[in-house]
């Protein structure tokens, strides 16, 4: 059993390799009557695509998405929608050198341990390619949020590359789209991006912090214990290619606080209740509180890289690795659309069962 599939209610399994003829998803669970279109899903596979300029990969892929199934007139049916994106510029032959040697810091070697065979070209199934198709589920996802609950923002951005960390003093929400670097500080990119070329230049990678918010996210989502909101979150942005942790709200730097501090006082507002921060990152004991859901995930270094590193073949011998081919220096930065997808499909995913137990969109009990 490879596990290939997420979600409970709003479920996707993904399909397809790096290198093989096309990847794609099919997407089970989407309510009925949500207006979906080929090129709503290509704004944001646009966002993650390749090529768009020297700061990522230089693979050039279209990453056209075709709908198979699951919609007519405009609109989904209820039925599995079926998503193919062609893989075009596959070069397998820069991995030929390899076919039988393991890449420090890939799945190379635990894919040969578990399967004893496997697809070398591009890493297969491990390859970051794989991301495309969710970031098309996560086109769906977004589209049927708007459709039931209109207002809710997904937004994710760099808050470190490497050395290079945001200074939240000179936060911009509006400049993130504005550079290549999802970075809300425009007056930084230059220097976020002459770190990166230096690191290029001199054949090495970094690794990354992306931050995701939702903003108008209703409070009541998500349940104690098994199904808690920020359990799923987790898990969908740790399956994500080279992720090493997630943290949510103060994560980590919630261990360096006292309890006075880190308790988010509530008030009654106007229209309910408020809180006088937000140190939970919007959810409380696994349900979402209605505040904004803050997370953040680290992306390791991009592992290939010209630089020689030490490694072994397949018969046990040693040997030394220069990863050939076209990779990014700084794959954090196209993993910032993928992680908007997967927030979008744990939410929807996580409101519709909570429609399901409580017949409601949004809170159930009374405040005041």
């Given at each position: 059993m490879s596990l290939n599939s997420f979600g409970h209610l709003f479920r996707v399994t993904t399909w397809g390799e790096s290198h093989g003829p096309a990847l794609g998803a099919t997407v089970d669970g989407c309510p009925p009557g949500v207006p979906v279109n080929e090129a709503m899903l290509q704004h944001w596979l646009d966002k993650r695509r390749p090529g768009q300029n020297k700061n990522m990969t230089q693979r050039n892929e279209p990453d056209a998405v075709q709908i198979l199934s699951g919609v007519f007139e405009g609109r989904t049916t209820g039925t599995p929608i079926q998503l193919m994106?062609?893989?075009?510029?596959?070069r397998s032959r820069d991995y030929g050198?390899?076919?039988?040697t393991f890449r420090p810091g890939h799945a190379d070697i635990t894919y040969h341990q578990k399967y004893g065979h496997r697809d070398y070209r591009g890493g297969g199934r491990s390859s970051a390619r794989e991301t495309a198709a969710r970031v098309a589920a996560g086109g769906i996802a977004r589209a049927a949020l708007d459709h039931l609950i209109p207002g809710?923002?997904?937004?994710?951005y760099m808050v470190r590359m490497g050395a290079m960390v945001l200074n939240r003093a000179g936060f911009d929400w509006n400049a993130i789209d504005?550079?290549?670097?999802?970075?809300?500080?425009?007056?930084?990119?230059?220097?976020w991006e002459a770190y990166l070329q230096k690191l290029r230049k001199d054949h090495n990678s970094v690794g990354a912090v992306i931050e995701l918010v939702a903003?108008?996210?209703?409070?009541?989502?998500?349940?104690?214990?098994?199904?808690?909101?920020?359990?799923?979150l987790a898990a969908a942005c740790m399956s994500i290619n080279a992720v090493k942790a997630v943290e949510i709200g103060e994560g980590m730097a919630a261990a360096e606080l006292m309890g006075t501090d880190n308790a988010d006082e509530i008030y009654m507002g106007e229209s309910g209740p408020e809180y006088s921060s937000n140190h939970a990152g919007g959810i409380l004991g696994g349900i979402s509180t209605g505040q904004e859901i803050v997370l953040r995930f680290a992306v390791k270094p991009t592992s290939s890289i010209l630089s020689p590193r030490a490694s072994i073949?397949?018969?046990?011998?040693?040997?030394?690795?220069?990863?050939?081919?076209?990779?990014?220096?700084?794959?954090?930065?196209?993993?910032v659309p993928v992680g908007e997808a997967m927030m979008a499909c744990v939410l929807l995913d996580h409101l519709l069962l909570h429609r399901g137990q409580t017949g409601s969109m949004g809170p159930v009990g009374r405040i005041g």
């Open positions: 994106i062609e893989n075009t510029d596959q050198d390899i076919a039988n809710v923002q997904i937004k994710g504005g550079n290549d670097f999802w970075l809300p500080d425009a007056a930084a990119a230059p220097e903003r108008g996210v209703p409070a009541g989502l998500g349940a104690p214990i098994y199904a808690k909101l920020d359990t799923d073949r397949v018969d046990g011998t040693p040997t030394e690795v220069v990863t050939k081919g076209r990779h990014d220096p700084c794959v954090g930065i196209r993993a």
